[in-house]
């Protein structure tokens, strides 16, 4: 079988609901390593207080917790139009949740004892296709905001900041910056910056900060 790519993980905020304190931190403390950020916590209350206040990419969450129910607390959030990817922990195979887990759309579930391996595996197998759904909006970015400009210098630079975005959609560079990566002089880079802002695709919000505009490739 062929190695899963688990640095794929490295892009990903994971909210992990476990009422169980020393799994809670054992399962914290292996994931913590892979992943970008994992916010562990033991109820449904500091869950979704998390959700709302906290970039989340998927949730891991036990099905069966202290006086309450994972299932509902899957429930609750989707009656918010929280719909985010979900794998379920459960120490029981009791068909009555997994037939709920189903009807949620849950992406998988696993069975207690958690075993390490098997819950990076599956996380790498739910994020795949994000990371490749991402990569493809990515090109498609790539090509129209290319259609956009007139100077075929600037197609390196178009890359640059594109493949350079965080998960906000944000390049943070100066020209200097730009400028030591890339061979292009600074009023060709200036150019470009201020034909790119004129359509609204690279809208500034600080200094060196700015935002890329899908929306804008839209009207292109």
């Given at each position: 079988m062929?190695n899963?790519?688990l640095?794929?993980?490295?892009?990903?905020n994971?909210?992990?609901?476990?009422?169980d304190?020393?799994?809670?931190?054992?399962?914290?403390?292996?994931?913590?390593?892979?992943?970008n950020?994992?916010?562990?916590?033991?109820?449904?209350?500091?869950?979704?207080?998390i959700?709302?206040?906290?970039?989340v990419?998927?949730i891991?969450s036990?099905?069966?917790l202290e006086?309450?129910?994972?299932?509902?607390?899957l429930?609750h959030?989707?009656?918010?139009?929280?719909?985010?990817?979900?794998?379920?922990?459960?120490?029981?195979t009791?068909?009555k949740?997994?037939l709920e887990a189903i009807?949620l759309?849950v992406?998988?579930y696993?069975?207690?004892?958690i075993?390490?391996?098997?819950?990076?595996?599956t996380?790498?197998?739910v994020l795949?296709p994000i990371?490749q759904q991402?990569?493809?909006q990515r090109?498609?970015?790539?090509?129209k905001t290319?259609?956009?400009?007139?100077?075929s210098k600037?197609?390196?630079?178009i890359?640059f900041?594109?493949?350079?975005?965080?998960?906000?959609?944000?390049?943070?560079?100066?020209?200097?910056?730009i400028?030591d990566e890339?061979?292009?002089?600074?009023?060709?880079?200036?150019?470009?910056f201020?034909?790119l802002?004129?359509?609204n695709?690279?809208?500034?919000?600080?200094?060196?900060t700015y935002?890329?505009?899908e929306?804008?490739?839209?009207n292109?």
């Open positions: 062929q899963k790519d640095n794929i993980l490295q892009q990903f994971i909210l992990y609901l476990e009422d304190v020393n799994l809670l931190k054992h399962t914290n403390d292996v994931l913590e390593d892979f992943v950020n994992i916010y562990a916590v033991k109820t449904s209350k500091e869950a979704l207080d959700l709302m206040n906290k970039k990419d998927i891991i036990d099905i069966l006086n309450e129910n994972g299932i509902d607390f429930k959030i989707k009656e918010k139009n929280i719909n985010l990817p979900t794998i379920l922990t459960t120490a029981h009791d068909t949740y997994l009807k759309k992406e998988n696993i069975v207690k004892p075993n390490i391996k098997e819950l990076l595996n996380l790498h197998d795949l990371v991402k990569e493809i090109n498609i970015n790539v090509i290319i259609s956009a400009i007139t100077d600037q197609v390196d630079i890359k900041i594109i493949n350079n975005l965080n998960n906000e959609n944000q390049f943070t560079a100066s020209y200097s910056d400028m890339i061979s292009i002089s600074k009023p060709t880079l200036i150019k470009l201020k034909e802002a004129e359509k695709i690279l809208v500034k919000v600080q200094h060196k935002r890329f505009n929306a804008a490739l839209d292109l």
